[in-house]
Structures are given as structure tokens and as C-alpha cells.
């Protein structure tokens, strides 16, 4: 796996995307992009992400010209999953995959392109995490244990979004995005002042993720209310693009330095309670982000604009909130699971003991 190390990453990756194109008529531009890799193609993904592009993709392709087959995803992002598209790629022999759907199944369908050597393009039906756009794969076991990040040669070469799918998808995975998108900057602004390799590209990440930040609290709940109505608004638009291609290249230009830290940490370690797979990936984050500010010592001032942002949108961070059991032996497999993290073993985080992060999971449950 040497190849696919963040140590290899980067030391060349600092981009985002080849082509992003977030639009209500882009499937007449895919159908012009798409032969320019290849006549022979890969579909992958589940059931109801198809089901929201069939009458537009698919289309497009015959369009194009382009000889596809399908793979049905459903579960995890595993090996098992990428090894089932592996070997329809050894049957069919395509000449690059699509990936549709949400960041698992998204995943998934990179790790199969990176591993058989051709590209991948990204239609995102959800807009629930960056991982349309990112050169970042997680990697979880068939029962949804987090097992660790894989880092591609390249982001995506090409990313289609259509906001009329991504509206009429479920608000639950819109919301999600929003908090993993945030976590950009509450993370970032964390690890970049203790981080001893730092590079001017990791500055410029930190400056997006601020921008993002603000974006987010000034138009977030407009873009909730958009999706309720059903109705494209230009601030449903901006956040859709904050979440898939702003937050992925916050990741990219910062992967040194400003990066996943302490809140996808905390995330990766309530992916071992019962319960916590009825929970969207972005509300794990959001808690993790509270878990970070306690652990932290963050001030007041911070913790009530973060935690009135989260009133704002109906989340209550705490186990209670997330229907989880506040339980000595889940709280010490949360904290074990992510100070042994990968991220947290780097600076300016491989100070925090379980210990610590145990008390700060009291804490926050206590504040909220």
C-alpha cells in the first residue's frame, strides 16, 4: 500500500479536481466530455442513486456512444465491494468507471479505478461529503468499522453535479455535508499553528477553509429551507459546491497540515458503537468537532457560535442527540479508537491522551 500513503501524497498532490462542473445542463456537456475517456465504461452504484440519474446519465451515454455495464453497490465502502468491481472490470474491460451515489459508494468505486489503472468520473447524487472530489478514500470493513484513508495518485478528472438530482435528494445527507464540510476549518485552524511541516499551500488551505466557514453560517439554513421547498436557489447551489468541491480542495492544498484531525478522529471511533451506522457520517463529525473545542479548551465565544449553528439546523452533539448509549465502555472505545488514529499520532495532536479526550466527551455532554 506504500503507493497509496499520504507520505507519497504529498509530496505532488495539490489540486483539486481536473474538471468540476456543477450545473441544470450538464448532462448535455457529459455527453460531449465523457468519449474523451473511452467507448467502454463502468457504472457503479446503488439502487436509489441510479434510480435519481437514469433518465440522465444513461442518456448521455448512449449519446456518447459509450458501451457501459452496471455494478449494484450497496454496504461499505470494503475490499469486498472493490473487489466486485474488479471483477467485472476483468470481464468487460472498461475504459474508466463511473462512480455515482454518496461518498461510500463514491469511494469504493475510486479505490477499483485507482487499483485497474483507468479513471474515474464522479456523479455525485448526494451532497453528503467532498469525496466526489477528493484524493482521499476511507476505507471501512463490511460491517462499517472504520479501517484507514488511501490516497490516490489524483483527484477525480472529472466531476458532474446536477442540483435538481442533489435537491430532490434526502435533506438528512445535505445537512451531514454541511458539518463535514465545516470541519475543514475547525480542524484546520487546529493542527496548522502546531505543525512543524507546514508549506505556503497549507496557508492558502486555511484561507479557503475560512471562507468556507463563513459562507456556511451565512447561508446554510437558507440552503436547508431551498431543500425543503424543492427549489434551486442560488444559496442552495453555493453550499452544494461548498460541500463537494470547496471542502476537497481545502483537503488537497492542506493535506500536509491542514487536515482531518481530532473531529474525524472522534468520528472514526463511534463507527465501533451499536447503533452509530443510523447515524449520517457528518453528524459523527459534528459531534467529533465539539468533542475537539472541549478537548481543546476552545473559548466560550467559540463554543456557543458553533453549538447555536448546530440549534440552527436541529442537532443536539451529545450521545443522547445522536441516540447513542453515554456509557463508560463506549465513551473509552470512542477515545481509544481516536487518539490511536492516524492523524492523531502527528502534530500538534499526539499530546492528547485517552484520558484527555474521555474527559472532554464528559464535558460535552454536560455543556449541551
Known sequence: MGKFSLEETVKYNKSGPARYCCRTDVWKEAAMILPSFGKRAVVSGGTRSRASIREKLFPALDTAGIQYVVNGFSGESSMNNVKKILDLCEEFKPEFIIGTGGGKSIDT???????????IVTVPTIAATCAASSNQIIVYSDEGEYLENIYP?????????????????PQGYFISGIYDSLAKWYEGSASLPGS????????????????????????????????????????????VNLNIYTAST???????????????SVQNGLTLLEGSHDVTHGEKVAYGIGVQLMVLESPREELEELFGFYRSLELTPTFKGLNLEFTDDNIKKVAHKAVNDVLMRAKPFDVISEEMMCSAIHKLENYC
Open 109 to 119: 468505486a475510486k479505490y477499483a479505478a485507482e487499483l485497474y489503472n483507468i479513471p
Open 153 to 169: 495518485k489524483t483527484n477525480p478528472p472529472l466531476v458532474l453535479v446536477d442540483p435538481e438530482v442533489i435537491v430532490d435528494s
Open 196 to 239: 512543524d511541516n507546514s508549506d505556503i499551500f497549507d496557508h492558502m488551505a486555511l484561507a479557503v477553509a475560512g471562507m468556507l466557514k463563513a459562507q456556511m453560517y451565512e447561508k446554510a439554513v437558507s440552503a436547508v429551507r431551498s431543500m425543503k421547498e424543492k427549489t434551486v436557489t442560488q444559496d442552495f447551489i453555493d453550499v
Open 250 to 264: 481545502v483537503q488537497a492544498l492542506g493535506i500536509k497540515a491542514v487536515r482531518n484531525g481530532i473531529a474525524h
